[in-house]
């Protein structure tokens, strides 16, 4: 029998989960546990839970200043790369070959948004969209287990996946990518949704894997400075 504290704790969790997956909170973030019982109007406790499930789970970690998102290493971006292509292009070859017409509706309704947005110029409505179009094939994948794998692999990249729809080339690619998957997806095509899911991450990787370095090399630039100013400080 579940409890009332399970269902706000449950529920905390996954508004926390959809907020990392659509990118709504950056790598200089804190959530903090108080504030958050705050905003639900509970007590700090299914708070707490439903953080440390997220940490559990790989997706935060704890700081003295509250929870953030995990920082990847080029080495962990390259070995979850390994699992996901392990992993995705059999469970999108599952999903083109159970595809139903409500799923593909919604498929393509977020292609389109996608290309929208990308004519706009529109990140925000780039990056719901992006969501929207893979959970909408998830959902098409019988083996549940397997889905919800795929998705936590997914979600490990969120601190570098923003970074990586700013730059021009990159976006080009992954509309192009995204567009054969799409159509191979329509045409439920097994085959060649596998194919293009592993051509897709190859690409997806060395893109993730040059954001990060650019970022470690930024962080590294400003670090000197950051030491001046608080040795100027005291």
């Known amino acids: 029998m579940q409890k009332p504290s399970d269902n706000l704790v449950e529920t905390i969790y996954a508004e926390l989960r959809l907020r990392l997956q659509r990118s709504d909170v950056s790598p200089s973030d804190r959530l903090v546990d108080t504030e958050i019982a705050g905003r639900y109007g509970v007590s700090r406790v299914p708070a ?4 440390l499930r997220l940490v559990a789970e790989g997706y935060l970690v704890g700081t003295t200043r509250g929870f953030a998102l995990r920082q990847l ?3 962990d971006i390259a070995d979850l790369f390994e699992m996901r292509r392990q992993l995705e292009p059999r469970a999108a070859a599952n999903a083109a070959r159970d595809m139903t017409p409500d ?6 309704d977020a292609m389109t948004r996608i290309e929208a947005a990308l004519a706009d110029g ?3 409505v780039l990056m719901d969209a992006n969501v929207d179009f893979r959970n909408a094939w998830l959902n098409a994948v019988r083996n549940r287990h397997m889905a919800d794998t795929v998705a936590r692999f997914m979600n ?3 601190s570098v996946r923003l970074d990586s729809f700013t730059d021009k080339d990159m976006l080009k690619q992954y509309i192009d990518g995204l567009s054969r998957i799409h159509a191979a997806f329509v045409a439920r095509d097994p085959v060649r949704i596998a194919e293009y899911m592993t051509l897709y991450m190859f690409a997806a990787e060395q893109a993730f894997l040059a954001v990060r370095q650019r970022q470690l ?3 590294e630039t400003a670090r000197p400075s950051r030491r001046k100013k608080d040795k100027q400080g005291r």
């Open 48 to 51: 707490r839970e439903a953080l």
């Open 73 to 75: 290493s080029l080495e």
């Open 103 to 108: 799923i593909e509706a919604e498929l393509t």
């Open 122 to 124: 529109d990140l925000r």
């Open 156 to 158: 490990y990249f969120q």
């Open 217 to 219: 090399t930024e962080s």
